[in-house]
């Protein structure tokens, strides 16, 4: 074979600042991209044997091995696939943008059940590799016969020579680097390690890692193991697979140690291909779900970590993994938020959930109830970012009522519809709204458990959504429900009287009064918080810095108990001026313990409450 120097036919102009500024982000993908070609080689080599169009030549596997060299300053990476003879490397290597894997295809596609099958294209995801070297070298043999080995070295990417290689003696493709002095931290063992298992941990040819400076003195024998495992689990039928099998790749790949809930396996072969995992894992508090994480591959090549355009929003909540070769494994985010396909693929996955939680809730419901809690906010924030996704699960949405049990809404409508027709009452902090959950229990009404941080603006959906339904927080608007059906016994002057001598010692704390016959005659007064000025305040809160023209305070409106017997001795003693220093203390009692039953005092209140304490002490002891 003659030395021949050429130039290489480059059909994008500049195409190397778009290599090293556009088409690769990380500099790191250039492994990526050198192990997926090797991958291709093997791949074309293995389908080639299958259609006897080539010879099993007994070789023990099929492998790519990389190799360090920190002396020679190089980074080999080393198939045994199909090798190309010097015509290919001039038609592959030399014209940039030209895909071998596609030419391959073409090729053999009346024979080829899939295309999928060949994962690279031998182009520009070689010329990645000109990110990081000052040279390549390339020592290929084809795997037809009587094929000669060649060469082919360039120092610039745009100017070559080919010859005869001195070192390729079989079938495959070796592909050296010799590295910038700013790219030498791929002479480093565990940087090239960690690039390969986060690119190339499931790739179907298994990889070999091999350092130049081993210690020589390491006589142990240790068995060598590829760093990637080339039958992922997602790749199986769902049937194969094992409980524990699931677990165990969970643990691996996302390096826990807790086990998740449950999965969804994902296993698609039309109108596209996809296949997958999705994990919904145990949460210790709601803030963890900013940790979740699903890999996107291209047929067992990594390409990113959450990509959202392919893999809805709110299921990046949880972690998984998700293999789609209908994607392209380099392309801007603007092309998969045009591509028909692309949205295909996310209504379908978020199909596949809804199905899961359906079935869950059908065939499962004690081990759904006991997931319910660590997947309520994930749940909650699919329904607002996807109403689709709403629709499909809302039957299944549950909520713990004050019992402990999980229902659903319409559970809790059917039973409560003939008391309280469609007001859904809900409890947001079960500790401080104790006293009303006690009420509740005692009427045998039920009020369901709203508590997470996204519930405020999943109330508001579920108004929009289900018309006529309204929720009201327990210590809203619950006097019609709480009060005695018997005809009230005090006169209206009477009442007018009470809520005047209450208002005139309230200090502006409370705006509204009422005089009420409540079933419990034990409780002298409770509190009533306007559920509308609360929503609009805590809408206020949550922009806070933004001036929304709203000057607001929360509407408290105090029912007093005509019942009960302290405040029957109130009304008795009302016009007893002797009393009156002491009715004051008691009647400023009674607001503050109805005040503390609905939320926490402030500083200064809750001083004068222990201080008036103190005194209506002392007068007792003294009677």
């Not at 038609?91 to 895909?99: D, G, P, R």
């Not at 591959?297 to 993994?321: H, M, T």
Request: with cysteine; hydrophobic share 35%; glycine share 4%.
């Amino acid at each position: 074979m003659s030395v021949q120097k050429g130039s290489i036919s480059i059909h994008t102009e500049n195409i190397f600042p778009i290599i090293k500024k556009w088409l690769y982000s990380d500099k790191d993908i250039f492994i990526r991209e050198l192990i997926s070609n090797g991958c291709d080689a093997v791949s074309k080599y293995k389908r080639l044997v299958s259609l006897g169009e080539a010879n099993d030549d007994g070789e023990n596997k099929y492998k790519i091995t990389v190799s360090i060299d920190k002396e020679e300053g190089t980074l080999c990476f080393t198939d045994n696939g199909i090798g190309m003879t010097e015509e290919e490397v001039e038609k592959y290597i030399n014209q940039v943008a030209f895909s071998g894997a596609e030419d391959f295809f073409n090729k053999y596609k009346d024979k080829m059940e899939e295309a999928n099958d060949i994962i690279g294209h031998f182009g520009l995801g070689f010329y990645s590799s000109f990110m990081v070297s000052k040279k390549v070298q390339i020592d290929t043999m084809s795997y037809v016969e009587n094929a000669e080995p060649v060469r082919w070295v360039s120092e610039d990417g745009l100017e070559y020579e080919i010859s005869k290689s001195d070192t390729r003696t079989g079938r495959g493709t070796s592909i050296t680097l010799y590295l910038d002095d700013d790219s030498k931290e791929f002479l480093n063992e565990y940087e090239v390690r960690t690039v390969i298992e986060k690119y190339c941990s499931f790739l179907p040819v298994e990889i070999y890692l091999e350092a130049s400076d081993k210690d020589e003195n390491d006589n142990s024998e240790l068995e060598v193991k590829p760093l990637n495992d080339v039958n992922p689990l997602w790749l199986k039928s769902p049937k194969d697979c094992t409980d524990e099998e699931y677990k165990d790749f969970y643990r691996k790949v996302f390096n826990s140690f807790d086990e998740p809930l449950f999965w969804i396996h994902l296993n698609v072969d039309y109108p596209f291909n996809l296949k997958g995992i999705l994990y919904f894992p145990k949460l210790n508090n709601e803030f963890e779900l900013v940790e979740g994480k699903v890999k996107l591959y291209n047929n067992q090549v990594f390409v990113a970590d959450n990509i959202k355009e392919v893999i809805p929003v709110f299921l990046l909540l949880l972690k998984g993994v998700i293999d789609c070769p209908d994607l392209p494994l380099n392309v801007s985010r603007s092309f998969l938020q045009n591509d028909r396909d692309v949205s295909k693929i996310s209504k379908h996955i978020v199909k596949k959930v809804a199905d899961k939680l359906k079935s869950l809730f059908n065939n499962e419901r004690e081990e759904y109830n006991k997931f319910w809690d660590d997947i309520q906010v994930f749940i909650k924030f699919g329904c607002l970012k996807d109403e689709g996704f709403y629709e499909k699960i809302k039957d299944y949405i549950l909520f713990k009522d004050i019992e402990g049990n999980h229902i659903t809404l319409n559970d809790y409508k059917e039973v409560s519809k003939e008391k309280h027709e469609n007001k859904v009452f809900y409890i947001s902090d079960e500790k401080q709204q104790s006293q009303y959950i006690k009420l509740f229990k005692d009427y045998g009404l039920n009020a369901i458990v709203l508590d997470s941080s996204i519930d405020n603006h999943f109330i508001s959906f579920m108004e929009y959504k289900e018309a006529g339904t309204s929720f009201n927080r327990i210590d809203s608007d619950i006097s019609d429900v709480l009060k005695n059906k018997e005809e009230s016994s005090m006169e209206d002057e009477d009442k007018n009287q009470l809520k005047d001598l209450f208002k005139s010692i309230s200090e502006g704390k409370i705006k509204e009064y009422s005089v009420e016959s409540l079933k419990n005659e034990e409780i002298p007064a409770m509190i009533l918080v306007s559920e509308h000025t609360r929503r609009m305040m805590e809408m206020q809160s949550r922009f806070a810095g933004m001036d929304l023209g709203m000057n607001l305070q929360e509407e408290k409106t105090l029912v007093i108990n005509e019942k009960n017997p302290i405040i029957q001795k109130i009304l008795s003693l009302k016009d007893n001026e002797e009393k009156k220093e002491n009715i004051d203390l008691i009647c400023n009692q009674i607001i503050d313990l109805a005040l503390l039953s609905n939320k926490e005092l402030k500083p200064e209140e809750l001083e004068s409450f222990i201080q008036r304490s103190n005194k209506l002490m002392g007068i007792v002891i003294s009677l």
